[in-house]
């Protein structure tokens, strides 16, 4: 069992930045594959990014790349989401998820979920 907790989400202007963190519970964080999802008012919950259990391999979605980095510290047991050049369009809330494999960007394959943080970026 993994339980998520995220948190450092908050209201930022367009073009500004923020760091969401998550942070696990229990001793195998490691083996866990960790994942970004975020879901916007009256749209479907969307893939953001993804990282391997030891951070050697990532991807994130078209729509962030180059904006939004996913890293983690198995150190800390926390899975980071770096935001930059922040937009409207990326109004959401933003999930932690887990599995034990990686890379899966369909939501209905994660079997842990952190409960959202809030980002609002004004224009």
């Known amino acids: 069992q993994v339980q998520l907790v995220e948190s450092g989400g908050g209201l930022v202007q367009a073009g500004g930045s923020l760091r969401l963190s998550c942070l696990a519970s229990?001793?195998?964080?490691?083996?866990?594959?960790l994942s970004w999802f975020r879901q916007a008012p009256g749209k479907e919950r969307e893939f953001v990014a993804a990282?391997?259990?030891?951070?050697?391999?990532?991807k994130h979605a078209d729509s962030v790349k180059g904006r939004l980095t996913i890293s983690r510290d198995n150190a800390r047991n926390t899975v980071y989401l770096q935001m930059s050049s922040l937009k409207p369009g990326d109004t959401a809330i933003y999930y932690c998820?887990?599995?034990?494999?990686?890379?899966?960007?369909?939501?209905?394959?994660?079997?842990?979920w952190g409960q959202g943080t809030q980002v609002t970026v004004s224009s």
């Open positions: 990282i391997s259990g030891s951070g050697g391999i990532r």
């Open positions: 998820a887990a599995r034990t494999t990686y890379g899966s960007p369909w939501s209905g394959e994660y079997e842990f």
């Open positions: 229990g001793r195998t964080f490691s083996r866990y594959a």
